[in-house]
């Protein structure tokens, strides 16, 4: 299983980016996907993650600016960031509850981060 994410960039504050995460190999079905994030001398933090039911959760500091959403068939998670602030900036990295098999109780993967940075 391999989980490409892209969609990181450079942006002004108040500005917009969609960050995608795309699963591929041996799926059978995807349990929840998130983002989380890293800035530098931070520890990861969780940002948003959705179950299969479409279920959402997000951290109190992007509440009302991003949105999760994902996209079954296409096994792909989507953050849409809204209104970016300077503290936004992090190293990106989603993640997914993968199910390889129906035999399978399934694994944990990241994806390879993509650099938000905001700046003016």
């Known amino acids: 299983v391999q989980l490409q994410a892209s969609g990181g960039g450079l942006v002004q504050p108040g500005g917009s980016l969609r960050l995608s995460c795309a699963a591929s190999?041996?799926?059978?079905?995807?349990?929840?996907m998130g983002w989380y994030r890293q800035a530098p001398g931070k520890q990861r933090e969780l940002v948003a993650v959705?179950?299969?039911?479409?279920?959402?959760n997000y951290a109190d500091s992007v509440k009302g600016r991003f949105t999760i959403s994902r996209d079954n068939a296409k096994n792909t998670a989507y953050l849409q960031m809204n209104s970016l602030k300077l503290e936004d900036s992090a190293d990106y990295f989603c993640?997914?509850?993968?199910?390889?098999?129906?035999?399978?109780?399934?694994?944990?993967?990241w994806g390879q981060g993509t650099q938000v940075t905001v700046s003016s």
């Open positions: 959705i179950s299969s039911a479409r279920n959402t």
């Open positions: 190999g041996s799926i059978f079905r995807i349990n929840d």
């Open positions: 993640n997914a509850h993968v199910i390889e098999s129906r035999w399978s109780q399934g694994a944990r993967w």
